[in-house]
């Protein structure tokens, strides 16, 4: 099937068969990557804290949701998962004791010390200017404000933060989630996360019935940001997804990204007596319309004050959204990569800024493949991307040997000199 069949199908509402009981059992046997988790999860091949103490959560197809699972080995974690045969499990915190122990505890025993950075990109929350798709219903256009999310993000973490070890996930049908393992972040309390949360988060209010004005001058990786995102925004808002050709919605949402009461007035008479413009016509006319219609003493500093709320609109419509509650705590579970979405059948595999949707590998399209091949995993369209993991793998690795040997030498150094 070509992209192309797969998007027409999305947008007529097909609805993928999920993943049977079965399915799920053949998939952890001989498919998952739980070698390749394991050692990513632990900093090293060799069992210690970081894996013996990590908390795993099970969600079941009954509704059922088991927490606090631990595991000792790799053939441990494998065999418990394969024998509960969960629809998903979820990754939590490494604690200073094993999760598994914990009803022989008491509750303030139980303290998590650290966990990856993560961060969480859900196309529901650009659904303001998305007419392509709606729901649950994701297609290479829409899956674009994704992409550039990712972009954004990974310039931030990479220029502001300095993280060298990151890694996308796909959500398995409208997202995305970024997992960050090098050492600083995994180690960040829940107050220094809602801190960097604070410094990602630019757009906090998502209505966009109000204007979100930006204090001037913009942050510096604010202003790096709008640089990035001015190129799209005619692709993509003005031109493919065109959100304010109705002309309902572009009173309600473009007209109150701009800060002149009269300039609102007279866009709104003009688009009632001219209805249906594109998007890109009505961006136009907030020029037109406020250089010849406008009488305005102060024509300089009106045109910069203008000039400001469309780059904040920018902003407002392209600018990375994240789900909060994902990031800030130390304690909050995600769904493990290379899990399989219920709903959709799709591999949630690690992505760039190429991927979409229509790329995942579907659990049955997997089995089908591994009947063909007599059950050889590396050649199932599975394999890229369990290549492209076990790089990010051994880059954790290497990089915490690398911590663990400077810290090693900075110990040796100060006993000398003591």
Same mark, same amino acid.
């Given at each position: ?145 994704? !992409? ?38 995994? #180690? ?18 998502? !209505? ?171 050649? #199932? ?25 400077? !810290? ?11």
């Amino acid at each position: 099937m070509t992209d192309g069949e797969v998007n027409a199908q999305v947008a007529a509402g097909f609805k993928p068969k999920p993943p049977s009981y079965s399915d799920m059992q053949f998939y952890y046997k001989y498919l998952y990557p739980f070698k390749s988790i394991f050692t990513w999860l632990n900093h090293s091949p060799k069992p210690g804290r970081d894996i013996i103490n990590r908390e795993f959560a099970m969600s079941f197809r009954s509704g059922a949701y088991k927490r606090y699972n631990s595991y000792n080995s790799v053939q441990e974690f494998k065999n418990q998962i394969v024998k509960a045969n969960p629809d998903r499990f979820e990754i939590g915190a490494v604690y200073n004791k094993p999760p598994q122990d914990r009803d022989s505890l008491l509750k303030s025993d139980m303290v998590p010390l650290e966990k990856e950075l993560i961060f969480d990109i859900d196309m529901d929350d650009y659904d303001t200017f998305r007419t392509c798709c709606s729901g649950a219903q994701v297609c290479d256009k829409c899956w674009k404000f994704i !992409s550039l999310a990712m972009k954004i993000m990974e310039t931030v973490l990479v220029d502001d933060f300095g993280y060298e070890v990151f890694f996308w996930v796909f959500s398995g049908r409208r997202g995305a989630h970024c997992w960050v393992s090098d050492r600083r972040a995994r #180690t960040l309390n829940d107050l220094q996360r809602r801190n960097v949360l604070d410094y990602v988060n630019v757009v906090k209010d998502r !209505s966009a019935e109000k204007r979100i004005a930006l204090k001037r001058p913009y942050h510096p990786h604010l202003a790096r940001s709008l640089e990035q995102l001015k190129p799209f925004f005619t692709e993509i808002i003005l031109d493919e997804q065109n959100p304010w050709q109705n002309d309902e919605h572009a009173v309600q949402t473009l007209l109150p990204g701009l800060h002149d009461k009269n300039l609102v007035q007279a866009l709104t008479a003009f688009w009632k007596e001219n209805p249906g413009r594109t998007s890109k016509e009505k961006w136009s006319d907030i020029d037109v319309i406020a250089s010849k219609e406008l009488k305005i003493t102060k024509k300089q500093e009106f045109a910069h004050r203008l000039r400001e709320c469309k780059e904040d609109m920018v902003i407002a419509t392209l600018y990375p959204k994240l789900d909060i509650e994902v990031t800030k705590q130390t304690i909050h579970l995600l769904k493990a990569p290379f899990c399989v979405h219920p709903a959709t059948g799709n591999v949630c595999v690690p992505i760039d800024e190429k991927f979409t949707p229509a790329d995942a590998p579907k659990l049955l399209d997997l089995q089908n493949e591994m009947e063909l091949n007599g059950g050889d995993v590396t050649k #199932t369209a599975l394999q890229p991307y369990l290549e492209a993991f076990q790089k990010r793998v051994n880059q954790v690795v290497k990089q915490d040997v690398s911590n663990m040997k400077r !810290s090693r030498e900075e110990t040796d150094a100060q006993s000398y000199e003591f």
